[in-house]
């Protein structure tokens, strides 16, 4: 089951038009990936902190999800100052530590950390079906739209069948194991679930040629036009840009 | 249309599923009249699903003609007009709800009829009101219980205002309590439907005759006279395995004291 933690909330940011924070965290993230200056990776960190911040999401859901990332992380520092080439730091015999990879390591922990945070602050604070709305309205081929949204509402369905077929298996004393037998049947379950999905998926095309379905995307949220809306769009897209030029310029 | 001519008539209908031999419909005839409440008891593997689907042209008959409000119904083009004046809902409600929330599940059939936004979530409100479903309207459809998904599904086929209705097993998997609103709901209908079920009671709680499907074709005549007790035992006999559970004889059991206390 996806679960959407943050989505509900009252914030400006949760009222926000979904396009305009699709569009915000995407400015932001873009500006934000192609930075290389540490002077400047810092004030994108603070903005991202600040949208978070304002969004008053719960901090240990928060941390949870910012679990992951840190693990990832942590292989990048594990490896990246061991393997770079340049100026050595330490030596101890054959293992160098060097000061680029360090540089490196702490450039990509910055810019992940900001990514992270923009996406949660901005799109996490929606539904999948306001983000699917968002994203239909922003003129995405509603094939991608479609398998969005139809991912997000039958994965749920897809688990239950997987989980059911599991231990129906348990049940009968199937016990998993490192032998063929175990392979073999986790490969039965994951054919069986190729089938089934295949099979509810002409089923929902069947119910969805029942209703009228011609191949149109329909959308019902509203989202009435606001001042504010535009504003934190030009606000966020100016600051991005203008932090990008600073960059070009001055260093 | 005459008037002594029925709205669905499927005549000398054949269907064997691509590849097989085997037909699941032969030479089957069926008419459904305006007004007309039938239910359909037959064991499962007869055709009863595969039926309905033919009616909405979701499954193309090797051969018989097939006659919906008078109009002779050849190809997929044919059937578009008619998919919104009869309603099939189907036996599992997830292949049926498939949009992120209710509200948008109920109001997508009278969005493709082309009815503007406005009156398309003014008909979804309706629906879903007449069915005491209100309080779902912004509920995500998959978190929903198997009761309310089935409720929400039915509101998204009584959304599109169909005059026929085709039930295929809304009570499998649902309790007591749902099941009697089902009933509740079905007999304030005023629209014609046939449904298929495994369950007596239910049957014949909404449906006026009750048919069966033996060997490819639909049985009308199967001597099953609802309120007396003796049909059961007709019944039972006439549909011989998938019945000969304890389960059944129970609610059998249960049906006659019923009977007998009345």
């Known amino acids: 089951m996806i679960e959407e933690p943050f989505a509900q909330g009252t914030s400006f940011i949760h009222n926000m038009e979904p396009r305009i924070k699709i569009l915000a965290a995407f400015a932001l993230s873009l500006a934000a990936s192609l930075c290389s200056h540490f002077s400047i990776i810092r ?9 978070v911040t304002a969004a008053r999401l719960n ?15 942590s292989m990048i520092w594990f490896i990246l100052p061991l393997t770079f080439e340049g100026r050595v730091l330490y030596h101890y015999g054959r293992i160098r530590i060097t000061e680029p990879g360090i540089l490196l390591s702490a450039m990509i922990t910055f810019k992940s950390i900001t990514i992270v945070l923009v996406f949660t602050a901005l799109v996490a604070t929606m539904t999948v079906a306001s983000l699917g709305n968002g994203l239909h309205r922003l003129h995405l081929p509603d094939k991608l739209v479609f398998l969005l ?5 039958y994965i749920a369905v897809i688990e239950e069948e997987y989980n ?6 348990k049940f009968r004393g199937f016990i998993p194991r490192t032998d063929l037998h ?9 054919g069986m679930l190729f089938v089934r999905a295949s099979l509810r998926a002409q089923r929902v095309h069947k119910a969805m040629l029942c209703r009228g379905f011609n191949g149109k995307f329909h959308t019902l949220d509203v989202f009435l036009p606001n001042r504010f809306n535009s504003i934190f769009l030009r606000a966020i897209v100016c600051m991005s840009l203008g932090l990008f030029i600073y960059e070009q310029i001055w260093f | 249309m005459a008037e002594n001519t029925g709205i669905i008539r499927l005549e000398d209908i054949s269907y064997s599923y691509p590849g097989t031999d085997s037909k699941v419909l032969d030479h089957l005839n069926l008419e459904i009249f305006q007004g007309d409440r039938i239910g359909m008891i ?34 997929e083009k044919d059937f578009l007009p008619v998919r919104s004046k009869i309603g099939l809902l189907f036996q599992d409600s997830d292949d049926q709800l498939f949009c992120p929330t209710v509200m948008e599940d109920v109001a997508f059939g009278p969005l493709n009829l082309g009815f503007s936004h406005g009156q398309a979530v003014d008909m979804a409100k309706k629906t879903l009101e007449s069915l005491g479903m209100s ?9 929903l219980s198997g009761g309310q998904k089935r409720l929400v599904a039915l509101a998204a086929v009584l959304a599109m205002n169909p005059r026929v209705l085709l039930l295929d097993e809304p009570t499998a998997g649902l309790d007591n309590t749902v099941k009697e609103r089902l009933i509740h709901i079905l007999n304030q209908l005023d629209i014609s439907y046939l449904v298929i079920s495994h369950e007596f009671d239910f049957v014949s ?30 019944h039972s006999t006439l549909i011989s395995t998938e019945y000969s559970l304890p389960g059944f004889f129970l609610e059998v059991q249960q049906h006659k004291k019923k009977a007998l206390k009345k």
């Open chain 2, 205 to 234: 709680a909404v449906t006026d005759k009750i048919y069966s499907m033996e060997n490819g074709r639909v049985l009308t005549n199967a001597g099953i006279n609802i309120h007396h007790h003796d049909h059961v035992r007709k």
């Open chain 1, 43 to 51: 004030v994108y960190l603070l903005i991202s902190v600040i949208l």
């Open chain 1, 59 to 73: 901090f240990g859901a928060l941390a949870k999800r910012l679990k992951p990332l840190f693990l990832f992380l």
């Open chain 1, 149 to 153: 949204l139809m991912c997000y509402r």
């Open chain 1, 164 to 169: 059911r077929l599991l231990r129906a298996a």
């Open chain 2, 135 to 143: 309080a779902f309207e912004q509920s995500i459809t998959h978190r």
């Open chain 2, 42 to 75: 037959a064991p499962n593997g007869t055709g009863k699903t595969t039926l309905l689907h033919t009616i909405m042209g979701l499954c193309k008959p090797d051969g018989g003609t097939i006659t919906i409000f008078g109009n002779a119904l050849k190809n």
């Open chain 1, 182 to 190: 175990s392979y073999k049947t986790f490969a039965c379950l994951a």
